[in-house]
């Protein structure tokens, strides 16, 4: 039997029926396999390829890509892939990388400048640095037990002790955390649930919307801090998000001469396309630093060039390439190239 991962599943002769062994298929296995699905090996072959999934990528990432190709649907070939060829799936991992490697630059800028901005609002709030912590952590259930265990477990004697921030933790566990340390230790997760409190602290209607894009970008964040593919999710049989885009967006869309269209609108349903609009957006509003935007847009240039590069490869529908040129477009309104 055929497993997810590219194994065999080998039941043992003699052993009980639960039992198995689960074998892993090497590099030429798997380009076997390819072939037995409808992918060709003509402007890549098959030694390249194997040497491709023994040195640079695996088979679960390299072979995702292929959902985003359509299979035949008679005939004697049924089920198998049309017009792809392996050279397309390497090709294509390649953008992503590049794509990758770009957002992942700008969700760190706009996380680090959003807690900037937190901090310089909490002073023109008049706040007290202690207390407002206080009160967001006694407002938690358990009065935050959660959270201040989950940081005192990152101190210095904790169990999971972080190199980089436990001597801050240490320093401040006993005592409370003021603002600015809190805001320097606590994850992007908890400081997005710190904004949204601050939000409503202030009634900034604002801040209330701006709580949501970047729970967008904190997704997203993950994600490719996490090294997880992107490009084959660009599909118009994707999962799609119920919610509308947020109202903020489509103002900046049009306010740049970006009609909504209903192709558009069903790009944005698109869970990883909403998350990269959100970001690019996030960039454009939290990111003020002329130097920032310029190295933001300097590394968009650079998924522009990749996905240019791949569009020979794509499909012949065209489906991919309109999902290359959507985020092309979104890059121009938010994160354009300066001189």
Not at 206 to 233: D, F, P, Q
Request: charged residues 30%; glycine residues 6%.
């Amino acid at each position: 039997m055929e497993d997810a991962f590219g194994g065999t599943d080998i039941k043992q002769g003699g052993a009980k029926s639960n039992d198995s062994i689960h074998r892993i298929l090497s590099p030429n296995d798997l380009v076997e396999r390819l072939k037995q699905k409808g992918v060709t090996f003509e402007l890549c072959s098959e030694k390249d390829a194997a040497d491709y999934l023994a040195r640079s990528n695996n088979y679960l990432r390299a072979a995702s890509y292929r959902k985003l190709y359509p299979k035949k649907v008679g005939g004697p070939h049924v089920g198998e892939y049309i017009g792809l060829d392996f050279e397309a799936l390497r090709r294509l991992s390649s953008a992503d990388r590049v794509l990758r490697c770009a957002l992942r630059e700008i969700c760190i800028d706009v996380e680090h400048f959003a807690r900037v901005r937190l901090l310089e609002r909490a002073r023109a709030e008049g706040e007290d640095g202690w207390s407002i912590v206080t009160e967001y952590l006694e407002g938690l259930p358990k009065r935050g037990e959660r959270v201040t265990v989950a940081l005192s477990r990152r101190g210095v004697f904790g169990d999971y002790h972080d190199e980089y921030s436990g001597d801050l933790i240490a320093h401040y566990e006993q005592q409370g955390y003021p603002l600015w340390v809190f805001l320097e230790v606590v994850e992007f997760g908890r400081f997005c649930d710190f904004w949204l409190f601050c939000a409503k602290r202030w009634n900034s209607q604002k801040m209330l919307i701006e709580h949501y894009t970047l729970k967008s970008v904190k997704y997203l964040r993950n994600a490719v801090c996490h090294n997880s593919c992107i490009i084959n999710g660009f599909s118009p049989k994707a999962p799609m998000i119920r919610y509308t885009t947020p109202r903020t967006l489509v103002d900046s869309m049009l306010e740049r001469g970006v009609r909504t269209t209903k192709g558009r609108k069903a790009k944005m349903r698109n869970p990883r396309v909403a998350q990269i609009a959100a970001t690019l957006y996030a960039s454009s509003v939290m990111c003020e630093r002329e130097q920032t935007r310029k190295r933001h847009a300097s590394s968009m240039a650079s998924v522009r060039a990749a996905f240019d590069a791949v569009r020979p490869f794509c499909p012949a529908d065209g489906s991919l390439v309109s999902f290359f040129d959507f985020i092309l477009e979104l890059i121009d309104i938010w994160t354009p190239l300066r001189s």
